[in-house]
């Protein structure tokens, strides 16, 4: 059984910089696609970053482009989401998940981490 454990959350003034590990147990990552998701108080949760299994292919939600970066270390099992010129709004649950695919295809996840709190706020 996969497990996977988000961890460098925190609370950030605006315009500040965090770096979301999402670390893999049980199983090799390798053969999946990660994607990252968030989950903001009273909305439904989006998917906003995804990284193919080998880490050749990335893509981002409109919201987050330019500003966050996805990555990936399958000798260490981990995935990264470098979040850069954070903003109030991005204030979530952020959720790491392997995907159904070994490719970004769509968010559709079969394992997922508990989650780590973001929180942009002056």
């Known amino acids: 059984q996969l497990q996977l454990v988000e961890s460098g959350g925190g609370s950030v003034q605006p315009g500040g910089s965090l770096r979301l590990s999402c670390a893999a147990s049980g199983r090799t990552l390798d053969y999946f696609a990660v994607g990252w998701f968030r989950q903001a108080p009273g909305k439904e949760r989006e998917g906003i970053s995804c990284?193919?299994?080998?880490?050749?292919?990335?893509n981002y939600a409109e919201s987050v482009k330019g500003r966050f970066t996805i990555s990936r270390d399958n000798a260490k099992d981990t995935v990264y989401l470098q979040m850069d010129s954070l903003k109030p709004d991005d204030t979530a649950i952020y959720y790491c998940a392997a995907l159904s695919s070994s490719w970004c295809r769509s968010y559709e996840a079969d394992y997922w981490g508990q989650g780590t709190q973001v929180t942009v706020s002056s």
């Open positions: 990284i193919n299994s080998s880490g050749t292919s990335t």
